[in-house]
């Protein structure tokens, strides 16, 4: 599905965009307006579709809109669609599985963490924090692994497929719907039913499978979510670069097992460094995983790029290759700020990426999925039409030079 470019760099983002006022409405009204979000669902679709093609995108998806209309996230969505997870209370006694997102800025920044604000930027339909300083309430209830875990969800992923398929009719974009990674299902969640850990990730990356299979069977790309892979190293504070590379190559295992069978000409794994809105200094630097994350069998790797913390990290590209016939999709405009990225500035990042991996070997992404991570609708939107608007600049310098 995916070819080398023949004469630009292809645009996508990705996956959460802002959803019309209306249709929002009547998602916060929840299950008593569940025929009349069924009704408007359709529409919402083919307008996010139409927006993301004035934008100028070339692989688009829903918005993920289908997931929000069943009442679910970017991650909480799945925990409708698997059989052995239960909620459970939290036990205030039990030591938790791992630290909290960005524990290691935490010991740095201990004032910032004790404010709230770290949590800023990470979701929701006003960025949490900025409005409502001091720590976020305690969580007192958990997902836990309490039985055989098996995917139920079926009916739930054709719907996700056919509000794509019918949006796109007539259209010359390609469809991609995000679905979440088997570690960021299950690394993070209490097992209690499996008898180690192996087994229990093994069983997630089968249930996850599939999902996605209905997604690569209906023609479209599927795009692994799988922050895991570099937040780890925030969850983990324990660890050193070496335990955690030891950690990783278990996980590209588990992803990799996920999607044994599947096309991988129609798989994107994407990853990034959490989306708070927090210092950031203590992440993991791609130079450290990058050779890891490669090994993963998939056709586009789409990495976090733009932010302050790793825009620098493009020269990471030169010494670790790509695998034959696969492409890059670094982030070239971001969450992390409201102001929108200037188009030359897109180019000129896209040009930096092409020097190191090939112009015919570079698609232009986002850094994570903006719609709820960003300030308002309009900026998501213009950040988008300064995303192609980059891409056209770059491609036109680079297929100039021949």
């Not at 645009?11 to 409405?25: I, V």
């Not at 579709?49 to 929000?68: F, P, S, T």
Request: charged share 25%.
């Amino acid at each position: 599905m995916m070819q080398p470019n023949v004469d630009r760099i292809p645009t996508s983002h990705g996956g959460n965009l802002p959803r019309p006022e209306a249709f929002d409405a009547l998602l916060m009204e929840g299950e008593r307006r569940r025929e009349a979000i069924v009704a408007a669902l359709p529409g919402a679709v083919d307008d996010v579709i139409a927006r993301q093609v004035d934008c100028g995108l070339d692989i688009v998806n829903d918005g993920e809109y289908v997931k929000a209309a069943g009442g679910g996230n970017y991650g909480s969505y799945i925990f409708g669609r698997l059989a052995g997870y239960s909620l459970e209370p939290v036990d205030p006694t039990q030591e938790p599985k791992r630290d909290i997102s960005g524990a290691r800025d935490r010991d740095e920044f201990p004032g910032f963490y004790e404010s709230g604000l770290w949590y800023s930027g990470s979701g929701g339909p006003i960025r949490p924090g900025f409005s409502t300083p001091g720590a976020p309430p305690p969580v007192t209830k958990e997902y836990v692994c309490t039985g055989p875990l098996a995917y139920t969800g079926h009916d739930a992923i054709a719907a996700d497929v056919a509000a794509i398929v019918d949006g796109l009719r007539g259209r010359d974009q390609i469809g991609f719907i995000a679905a979440l990674g088997p570690l960021s299902l299950a690394a993070g969640r209490r097992n209690e039913h499996y008898p180690d850990e192996e087994s229990y990730l093994v069983a997630a990356a089968e249930a996850m499978r599939e999902e996605y299979r209905a997604i690569t069977d209906a023609g479209l790309v599927l795009q692994i979510d799988e922050p895991e892979f570099t937040t780890g190293w925030q969850f983990h504070p324990e660890f050193d670069v070496d335990q955690y590379r030891f950690y990783l190559e278990r996980c590209v295992e588990v992803i990799n097992h996920s999607t044994d069978g599947l096309p991988r000409d129609q798989i994107r794994i994407h990853t990034c460094w959490g989306s708070g809105h927090r210092p950031h200094t203590q992440d993991i630097e791609l130079r450290h995983i990058a050779d890891l994350f490669v090994k993963i069998r998939a056709q586009v790797y789409a990495v976090e790029s733009s932010n302050v913390r790793h825009a620098h990290e493009w020269r990471v590209w030169e010494d670790v290759k790509l695998p034959e016939g696969t492409k890059l999709m670094p982030g070239v405009v971001g969450h992390a700020t409201d102001l929108v990225e200037h188009p030359e500035l897109v180019a000129e990042r896209l040009l930096r990426f092409a020097s190191v991996v090939g112009k015919e070997h570079l698609e232009a992404g986002t850094d994570c999925g903006i719609g709820s991570r960003v300030g308002h609708a309009e900026v998501v939107w213009a950040k988008l039409r300064a995303l192609s608007q980059g891409a056209a600049l770059a491609s036109a310098e680079l297929w100039r030079r021949g």
